[in-house]
């Protein structure tokens, strides 16, 4: 580990976008404060394997259903002052929830940042549970993360970063960008798709057709 400790080590992929000669300008600077600090270039096959493992989660995910344990991924944007707190907020919410649902043994929990801006950055949340002997572990999943929401939430995070609202987090939208937002989000659906064709149900359910 080259002097690393493993339960200590941060790694982080870096893309240069530019030509030839941009690019070497960038991995120079981004190399010498590497090393100005104690890190190291890992390689580009490392960030290879690391893209390669996010196609991967999926079947994980698949994976360890089968052997009764339930997981999923959940994401959010924040600004960079609350990032350190949301991580440690999030974490401990998912801990008493997990223990009020019911579930008898610690939940796997993890976040990293996956992208950065100026003003904030991304946060990517995996957490799971072991849910044999359980009655419902969907449902006890669903209040578990709907907490982690919550609390998101109550940090100043986001809705959603790139996966967007849907279905899954349509309830909090209101709140989100109030009655008269989700109003003008409306209108304009019913103004472009009145058959309600595309997206059918993922921010509001239309109105009922009258008898």
């Not at 991995?27 to 390669?52: C, H, I, T």
């Not at 360890?64 to 440690?88: D, H, K, Q, R």
């Not at 709140?175 to 058959?195: C, F, H, N, T």
């Amino acid at each position: 580990w080259r002097g690393f400790e493993p339960g200590k080590l941060c790694v982080a992929t870096m893309v240069f976008e530019g030509s030839p000669e941009e690019i070497a300008v960038q991995s120079r600077r981004v190399m010498r404060l590497a090393e100005e600090r104690g890190g190291l270039d890992a390689g580009p096959e490392n960030g290879a394997r690391g893209y390669f493992l996010t196609f991967m989660i999926a079947y994980l995910r698949d994976f360890g259903m089968t052997f009764g344990f339930i997981a999923e991924s959940f994401e959010t944007s924040v600004a960079w002052t609350n990032v350190g707190a949301l991580c440690v907020a999030v974490k401990e919410r998912i801990r008493a929830e997990c223990k009020r649902a019911g579930v008898a043994k610690e939940p796997f929990m993890s976040c990293r940042v996956t992208q950065t801006y100026d003003a904030g950055a991304c946060v990517y949340f995996y957490f799971g549970f072991a849910w044999k002997g359980m009655a419902d572990p969907v449902g006890a999943f669903t209040r578990v993360e709907d907490a982690a929401r919550d609390e998101i939430l109550l940090l100043g995070g986001s809705l959603s970063h790139h996966h967007g609202v849907g279905k899954h987090r349509k309830k909090w939208l209101p709140e989100q960008i109030s009655p008269a937002g989700v109003s003008i989000l409306s209108s304009v659906k019913s103004a472009v798709d009145p058959r309600n064709v595309f997206g059918s149900r993922n921010l509001f359910d239309p109105p009922r057709p009258r008898l």
